[in-house]
């Protein structure tokens, strides 16, 4: 029982509710509106390991909702994440500022150094392609076998100058299930580019590392084999 005065400084109109009705009614919805959250994060590849029940019952609460709007930075260049963001509604345009030749370099040493990292090929499969997705490594290998890069000779220095002009690239579109600070939690590397709100509003979960090495070590996953 709950026990309170009130003070009415104007004229107020007051309703109540039975806590039995409010169970029919509105604890209901409530539920299956937590439920709908529950099931978005639980089929994530990261948690498939554990039972739904077990999910909701002893992890759910380490997630913390947040909300971009459109033209809101996420991340950019240097940035080092400390929590892995999911993002559940909404799409992030991943930007660069550089030039083609400096862009070339910079992806082809980014690549080399991925796979020869043995932090990355000791991963399982399923986070290497979630680290690594078929679009980003599309990307990738399209700037890395540009044949324009393979002899430069014979181009005028107009056309070498251009390559050496900084401009912003649109690199990739991230959008509904993909996630954010993988390869800063599994490979120690910080953004190296900028990700910019390209809908109305983003909406996401947030988790901290400390909290998903938790699950990990708990739950013994396949997301380090």
Not at 55 to 74: A, Q
Not at 180 to 202: C, S, T, Y
Request: glycine share 4%.
């Amino acid at each position: 029982k709950r026990n309170a005065t009130i003070r009415a400084e104007t004229e107020v109109i007051l309703g109540w509710l039975k806590s039995v009705d409010y169970i029919d009614m509105i604890e209901p919805k409530r539920r299956m509106e937590k439920q709908k959250e529950v099931s978005f994060l639980y089929n994530n590849f990261f948690f498939q390991e554990i039972s739904l029940h077990l999910f909701d019952k002893n992890y759910f609460h380490l997630f913390s909702s947040c909300e971009y709007s459109r033209g809101e930075v996420v991340f950019s260049k240097g940035f080092r994440p400390r929590a892995l963001i999911f993002i559940k509604e909404g799409k992030i345009s991943v930007e660069f500022n550089t030039s083609i030749a400096n862009m070339h370099k910079i992806i082809k040493s980014f690549y080399e150094y991925i796979f020869a990292n043995p932090l990355f090929m000791n991963l399982s499969r399923l986070t290497q392609k979630k680290l690594l997705t078929d679009d980003i490594i599309k990307v990738i290998l399209k700037y890395i076998n540009d044949p324009i890069f393979k002899n430069l000779r014979g181009y005028s220095q107009k056309f070498l100058d251009e390559l050496n002009k900084d401009r912003t690239f649109n690199i990739v579109t991230l959008d509904e299930n993909d996630i954010l600070g993988l390869q800063e939690m599994f490979l120690g590397i910080p953004f190296f580019m900028k990700g910019i709100v390209n809908a109305r509003k983003l909406l996401c979960y947030e988790i901290t590392f400390e909290h998903i090495q938790k699950i990990i070590y708990n739950e013994k996953q396949i997301i380090i084999p």
